[in-house]
C-alpha cells in the first residue's frame, strides 16, 4: 500500500512519503489488524519478522480463509542515503496487487510504477457525502488488460456499499 499526495505524479516522490494520514490510518484499520512484525508467525508479505528491519508492525488480516500482509511503504524504513526507496519499491512493486490510498482528486497512472509484477491497482480516495466520511474505491488492471473500472463507495464503519461499473 502507498500514499499518493495531490500532484505526486511519480514513482519515487509517492515512496518518499514517510508517514500515513489520518484517513488511510482509519481506513487500514478497518480492512485489518495492527500487527507485531517481530515474532510474527503467520503469513509475512515478505516482511522481516526478526530484526524490524521492516518495521515493528504492519497490518494483517484473514479473508475467505487467505492469510493477507500490508506492506505499507510509508511505515516502512527507509534509509536517507537511498533516493530511490529500493527496500519499499520491492515490497510493493513486487505484489501482484498495489492499493493506493490518495489524497481527494489525486490522479493515478496505471503505469506508475517500473515493475512487471503488479497487475492491478486497487484505489482508494476519502470523501466526503452530505457531511458523512466515504472511501471510493476504484479497480483498475495494468498494461494491456481491458480496464474495468468499478467504484465503491463505502461509509467510515462500512456499514455501506453502492457501486458502479463503467466498462
Same mark, same amino acid.
Given at each position: 500500500?502507498?500514499? =499518493?499526495?495531490?500532484?505526486?505524479?511519480?514513482?519515487?516522490?509517492?515512496?518518499?512519503?514517510? =508517514?500515513?494520514?489520518?484517513? #488511510?490510518?482509519?481506513?487500514?484499520?478497518?480492512?485489518?489488524?495492527?500487527? /507485531?512484525?517481530? +515474532?510474527?508467525?503467520?503469513?509475512? +508479505? %515478505?516482511?522481516?519478522?526478526?530484526?524490524?528491519e521492516? +518495521?515493528?508492525?504492519?497490518?494483517?488480516?484473514?479473508?475467505?480463509?487467505? /492469510?493477507? #500482509?500490508?506492506?505499507?511503504?510509508?511505515?516502512?524504513?527507509s534509509?536517507?542515503? %537511498?533516493? =530511490? !526507496?529500493? /527496500?519499499?519499491?520491492?515490497?510493493?512493486?513486487?505484489?501482484?496487487?498495489?492499493?493506493?490510498? /490518495?489524497?481527494?482528486?489525486?490522479?493515478?497512472?496505471?503505469?506508475?510504477?517500473?515493475?512487471?509484477?503488479?497487475?492491478?491497482?486497487?484505489?482508494?480516495?476519502?470523501?466526503?457525502?452530505?457531511?458523512?466520511?466515504?472511501y471510493?474505491?476504484?479497480?483498475?488492471?495494468?498494461?494491456? !488488460?481491458?480496464?474495468?473500472?468499478?467504484?465503491? !463507495?463505502?461509509?467510515?464503519? #462500512?456499514?455501506?456499499?453502492?457501486?458502479?461499473?463503467?466498462?
Amino acid at each position: 500500500m502507498i500514499y =499518493q499526495y495531490l500532484n505526486q505524479i511519480n514513482e519515487t516522490n509517492i515512496l518518499s512519503n514517510n =508517514q500515513m494520514t489520518t484517513e #488511510m490510518e482509519h481506513f487500514i484499520n478497518l480492512i485489518a489488524d495492527r500487527v /507485531q512484525l517481530k +515474532g510474527f508467525n503467520k503469513y509475512r +508479505g %515478505d516482511l522481516d519478522t526478526k530484526s524490524n528491519e521492516h +518495521g515493528e508492525y504492519s497490518y494483517f488480516t484473514i479473508f475467505n480463509n487467505y /492469510q493477507i #500482509m500490508f506492506n505499507i511503504a510509508p511505515i516502512i524504513p527507509s534509509d536517507k542515503n %537511498d533516493q =530511490q !526507496f529500493i /527496500q519499499r519499491k520491492r515490497l510493493v512493486a513486487n505484489s501482484f496487487i498495489c492499493i493506493v490510498f /490518495q489524497e481527494e482528486d489525486s490522479i493515478f497512472n496505471p503505469d506508475l510504477f517500473c515493475g512487471k509484477v503488479i497487475q492491478a491497482y486497487i484505489t482508494v480516495q476519502p470523501t466526503t457525502i452530505n457531511d458523512q466520511l466515504y472511501y471510493k474505491v476504484k479497480f483498475e488492471e495494468k498494461h494491456l !488488460f481491458k480496464i474495468k473500472l468499478v467504484f465503491l !463507495f463505502i461509509d467510515k464503519n #462500512m456499514a455501506s456499499l453502492s457501486y458502479k461499473i463503467n466498462n
